[in-house]
């Protein structure tokens, strides 16, 4: 009995000593996420990306928040289900993006997540999803756009048409 508890002792000492396996980073982002939340997904102001990736099962959902005057994003916001990495990726994103230009957004690279978050190559489909995220929610808020475009542009049309 007395040889079992030295032994589980043992053990419990030796996982403290563990070396971490996330780098600071990502623990930072896990522990502190920036940007947590969501927006209105019919203001059509906002682009909403939702993705996936079924061998592990993280979801990513990130939001955007566009000025339709000068086409840049203003505020970003996600909700994630998944491992730390995946949440570390999608706040690094939101950080990102925040500020600058659509078109800018769009040339975000995973590999640029993965270097800034320095994550291990079992790790990547994180980052990657993050990438696929930005580019669904502008690729989402340019449906929209195009959309209310469409219908503001046949409003008079209709109501020429009831006159």
Known sequence: MLRQLASKRLITQRIQILPRFYHEKVIDHFNNPRNVG???KNDPAVGTGL???PACG???KLQIKVDDTT??????????????????????????VKGKQMEEVMTIKNT????HLSLPPVKLHCSMLAEDAIKA?????????????????AEPAVQAAKA
């Open 58 to 60: 993280d979801v990513m």
């Open 38 to 40: 969501s927006f209105d």
């Open 51 to 53: 993705v996936g990736a």
């Open 137 to 153: 929610a502008v690729k989402d808020y340019k449906t929209k756009r195009a959309k209310s475009n469409v219908d503001s542009d």
């Open 71 to 96: 086409g840049e994003i203003v505020d970003a916001r996600f909700k994630t289900f998944g491992c730390g990495s995946a949440i570390a990726s999608s706040s690094v994103a939101t950080e990102w």
């Open 112 to 115: 640029e997540i993965a270097k």
